[in-house]
């Protein structure tokens, strides 16, 4: 499944009267690396993000986020190559670690986050039982995880899964498992990374005043040069949304992949 997460604009989340995160996009050049001024302060960020590319046209990249400090952050996006070039946008949420309960308008919506460092790396033919995240509280119902690899110990090209502890499963109420994630390549070796993931409730609402959804997609695959799925909205936005993140859990096809938006 891949989940996409989308708001009608760029502002903040807020927790009562106090702002817990914000999310914006960034177009980046190439592969070269930008940095994101934060309006707050954090004690412990967590930033992931999530590219747009058309597949059916454009080379191949993932985001990967470095250099976090109280108020920003590092972002690129590269291909397995590291020859990327051209413009990527990306969208990204950057957020106070912890467990949540928003405000949406109704009983509230649950989000955990939180970075992971993981020395466990998955590959084509090769998906290891990952490093075990527990969610605490539990979710009342399997949640959807954005997740980005979040530090730089190698620059070599890699990506993140998550998934139950097996190969095709998706995160559970209470836990999941996270790894590294070499996609199409048959052998890999990759020191470990940080992982930072967001699990949400499954749920839409409206907080500081900004309409969101965060949602599972049908378990489907799209491969390489493919148009992808469209993903409906139960209810639609008045807009079109100001953000869109999107990330894969499980992997179902076992040859590798990651989620795009485009």
């Known amino acids: 499944d891949a989940l996409p997460i989308s708001a009608s604009s760029i502002s903040s989340v807020t927790l009562g009267a106090n702002n817990i ?37 454009d080379v191949q990249r993932v985001p990967r986020i470095t250099a976090k400090t109280s108020n920003s952050f590092d972002i690129k996006a590269d291909n397995y190559a590291g020859s990327l070039t051209g413009s990527t946008k990306v969208d990204w949420i950057a957020m106070e670690a912890g467990s949540y309960t928003i405000s949406d308008g109704g009983t509230g919506t649950k989000i955990i986050a939180g970075t992971q460092n993981t020395s466990i790396v998955g590959y084509n033919g090769t998906w290891p039982t990952g490093t075990l995240v527990n969610f605490s509280p539990a979710f009342d119902s399997a949640p959807a995880v954005l997740h980005t690899v979040a530090s730089n110990n190698d620059t070599g090209w890699v990506a993140s899964m998550v998934n139950d502890g097996t190969q095709a499963g998706e995160p559970t109420v209470s836990s999941m498992r996270i790894l590294l994630n070499c996609s199409f390549d048959t052998t890999c070796v990759h020191p470990a990374e940080d992982i930072d993931y967001i699990a949400f409730d499954i749920s839409e609402g409206t907080n500081n005043n900004v309409a969101f959804k965060a949602l599972r997609s049908p378990d489907v695959v799209a491969c390489c040069n493919t148009g992808g799925y469209a993903v409906s909205y139960a209810t639609a936005f008045s807009t079109a949304p100001g953000v869109t993140l999107t990330a894969q859990m499980g992997e179902d096809g076992g040859d590798g992949g990651y989620a795009l938006t485009h």
């Open 21 to 57: 995160g914000e999310y914006g996009t960034v177009l980046l050049t190439d592969n070269s690396t930008s940095t994101i001024n934060l309006t707050g302060n954090y004690t412990n960020l967590v930033v992931v993000a999530s590219v747009r590319y058309a597949p059916t046209a």
